[in-house]
């Protein structure tokens, strides 16, 4: 690595193996969105985070400001970022009102595009995928779509079941293909080719780094041996579930199997695979690999069951219907993961912000309750989009006639430099956000 002329993006190499650095004071890491020259300050990221079927109807709720605000049960595993949190009421997408099941009310949520029915399959390209297409650029990968739950390519009341397993698509016939396995995941952000290998990426670049690490300030030193060392644990954990038979799905026993090899299963241990994916998004993020991920926790309509949380009688579509108390603990489980996500980058310095004041994080679903009543939509944001948004506050727009979820997305686009003048059904940002 030539230290005297440091590219706009700065790497560590090995053998078939390139990893970006986090932000270090040493060095001018990131690119300028407007030069494309090199510069130390952060980007802003965006991340969408998804649970199907809505939420507790009694416990979804905030009110007042800053850290006096008080936030519902379903809320509270973010609770302790209220200052840096926006509670936003009534957005919804006018589209999403027909049909009136859970497919006809998914498959648009990031577009607001009108949907084909008789199981055809037309919708939108979505927010997430048009800043790939711009921010993405600037990037080893253009954006991260992850998913917990595979698709379901069936068709349910004139509707295909793939408006309710995807809510990122490339193009308005195109959804883009979701990465369920934690270990191909983060391949893309490290690997110089698709298939995996069995050399640690650490191993392989390690040289690189002890040679940059001779370079750079003390301060930094610390810096990049704690990033290292989160890349090498979740290396190591990708690598212990697929030895224990989990998040790779079942493996046969015989050297010749005496049965045909069934098909690939998803993920068994859900709670490890939810909290990897976390951990390759803020991966993605810290060493602006990407600036984008989609992170689908379950499908609408989802099939998921929950037995380290006690809750293995019903799955997850059957139990929202309900204000029950279980429906509660699978709630807040979903929002622990927004939490978890908050919570480390937070903790990762880029000069006089963190990872998460640069970011934004949008939590969301597709309906408010299992009941399917999405006349308003449950949103709630986390980070402060590079200082661009003012957080601690709770916005309501459930009795303005503005208030299409697109909107919305024309503001969180607006805030990393992409302005393109309409989306969906919107015309304009909302001048809150």
């Avoid at 480390?344 to 299992?370: D, Q, Y």
Wanted: glycine share 8%; charged share 25%; aromatic share 6%.
């Amino acid at each position: 690595m030539d230290f005297n002329r440091i590219s706009r993006r700065t790497m560590l190499r090995g053998v078939g193996v390139t990893m970006a650095l986090p932000w270090l004071e040493s060095l001018p890491v990131f690119a300028s969105e407007a030069t494309g020259n090199s510069t130390n300050e952060a980007p802003v990221r965006v991340a969408v985070l998804f649970a199907g079927n809505g939420f507790h109807s009694k416990e979804w709720f905030a009110e007042g400001e800053g850290a006096n605000m008080k936030v519902g049960k379903v809320l509270e595993p973010i609770a302790e970022f209220r200052e840096q949190l926006l509670f936003i009421r009534g957005l919804y997408n006018q589209e999403a009102m027909k049909g009136n099941i859970h497919s006809s009310q998914t498959g648009n949520l990031l577009s607001g595009a009108p949907l084909a029915s008789g199981g055809d399959i037309r919708s939108g390209t979505s927010f997430d995928q048009m800043l790939a297409q711009t921010v993405g650029r600037n990037t080893k990968v253009p954006s991260l779509v992850l998913g917990c739950e595979k698709s379901n390519p069936s068709v349910h009341k004139d509707y295909s079941m793939l408006y309710s397993s995807h809510i990122s698509w490339s193009s308005p016939t195109t959804p883009t293909p979701l990465e369920l396995y934690p270990a191909l995941a983060f391949d893309r952000l490290f690997k110089d080719e698709a298939q995996r290998g069995d050399k640690s990426v650490l191993d392989a670049v390690i040289e690189d780094a002890s040679d940059l690490r001779r370079k750079i300030s003390s301060a930094d030193q610390h810096k990049l041996d704690e990033y290292l060392d989160s890349v090498r644990d979740v290396e190591q954990r990708i690598d212990s579930a697929g030895q224990r038979g989990e998040l790779q799905g079942w493996r046969p026993t015989l050297d010749k199997p005496n049965i045909p090899r069934p098909p690939e299963g998803i993920p068994q241990d859900i709670a490890e695979h939810m909290r990897l994916m976390c951990d390759i998004l803020v991966l993605g993020f810290q060493t602006d690999t990407t600036r984008v991920v989609t992170l689908k926790l379950n499908n609408d309509h989802s099939s998921l069951r929950f037995p380290h949380l006690g809750v293995d009688y019903m799955i997850h579509h059957l139990l929202s219907h309900s204000d029950t108390a279980d429906w509660l603990k699978v709630n807040q489980f979903f929002m622990e993961q927004m939490g978890y996500i908050a919570r480390k980058l937070n903790a990762i310095s880029e000069g006089e912000r963190t990872t998460l004041e640069n970011s934004m994080i949008m939590f969301c679903s597709s309906m408010m309750t299992g009941n399917h009543n999405n006349d308003e939509l449950p949103v709630v944001m986390l980070g402060r989009g590079g200082g661009r948004i003012d957080t601690g506050r709770v916005l309501n727009y459930r009795d303005k006639s503005n208030r299409q979820m697109c909107r919305l997305f024309l503001s969180m686009m607006d805030k990393t430099g992409v302005r393109p003048g309409t989306f969906g059904d919107a015309t304009e940002p909302l001048d809150e956000v």
